[in-house]
């Protein structure tokens, strides 16, 4: 009886088994296959000289800052409006429905209500501080304007998901914790540091494995708004149907910064998480 149920576990999870071993771990093993492939050598490197050569490694720093940049961003701001729904008060429902709105937003929606705002040219923030007498900015002149409409317009979709998700943490905290801290004389700094972050290792994982790995993978906003490369715009300005092997070259090397990425987060939660 036992083993009956084992397999028919087995059984019942076969399909979502072979649904991703075929639509996504078998392309990514043929996208790393293709990236060392050449037309007169099965396996060389020629594709990542030709890549790193022709670009450098700024796409890679880009994108590095660009995560970087939007995760700090987007939990700092989650923290604070998940501290702030975590208590009761008048309005709560209608603020939190108000603040998951952008969530909903298509990204390339997002990417075209930020294109009009900070459009060099008859955009609605270069109007607003033209009417207290400063000129008008070039938002993609530079690159730390570009990363900062960029970062703004990403955080502003993709927060509530990261507020959503540390928000669940911080109910699963018993309010005797923070009753004790504070009758020890904690301070609002020590409680979150010695009982808020440790309790919510698990949802920091992750809410950091799920928005990381999207930061990495930041496409159809960046293409539109951020006149820089990515490690995404790059691959896609570098494919070509005829030969597709330095598009695979920088996806793999795309995929490896992924999978670091990952493996630190499940370093970092297994080591820390009290959330099974």
Do not use: C
């Amino acid at each position: 009886m036992k083993w009956r149920d084992q397999w028919s576990a087995y059984l019942l999870i076969a399909p979502a088994v072979v649904y991703v071993l075929y639509l996504a771990f078998y392309p990514a093993l043929e996208s790393v296959r293709g990236g060392f492939e050449t037309p007169i050598h099965p396996f060389s490197l020629y594709n990542y000289n030709f890549v790193l050569s022709t670009f450098g490694t700024r796409p890679i720093l880009n994108t590095f800052i660009v995560t970087a940049a939007a995760l700090l961003l987007q939990f700092t701001v989650a923290f604070v409006v998940a501290s702030l729904l975590s208590k009761p008060f008048r309005g709560r429902s209608a603020f939190t429905a108000i603040f998951l709105i952008p969530f909903g937003v298509a990204t390339i929606v997002a990417a075209v209500i930020f294109h009009n705002m900070f459009a060099a040219y008859g955009g609605y923030v270069n109007s607003f501080i033209s009417l207290f007498g400063f000129h008008a900015i070039d938002w993609e002149a530079t690159f730390p304007r570009a990363l900062f409409v960029l970062i703004l317009a990403d955080s502003w979709k993709n927060t509530p998901i990261v507020m959503l998700i540390l928000l669940a943490g911080m109910s699963t905290i018993p309010s005797d914790l923070y009753s004790q801290a504070m009758v020890d004389g904690a301070g609002p700094f020590q409680r979150f540091f010695r009982i808020t972050l440790p309790n919510m290792a698990g949802f920091i994982a992750i809410a950091l494995m799920i928005r990381g790995i999207s930061e990495f993978n930041i496409f159809a906003m960046a293409l539109l708004i951020f006149p820089y490369q990515l490690l995404t715009t790059m691959t896609y300005s570098l494919f070509d149907i005829v030969n597709p092997s330095p598009s695979y070259a920088a996806a793999t090397i795309l995929l490896g910064f992924v999978l670091i990425f990952a493996v630190l987060i499940m370093i970092y939660r297994s080591k820390y998480s009290k959330v099974s």
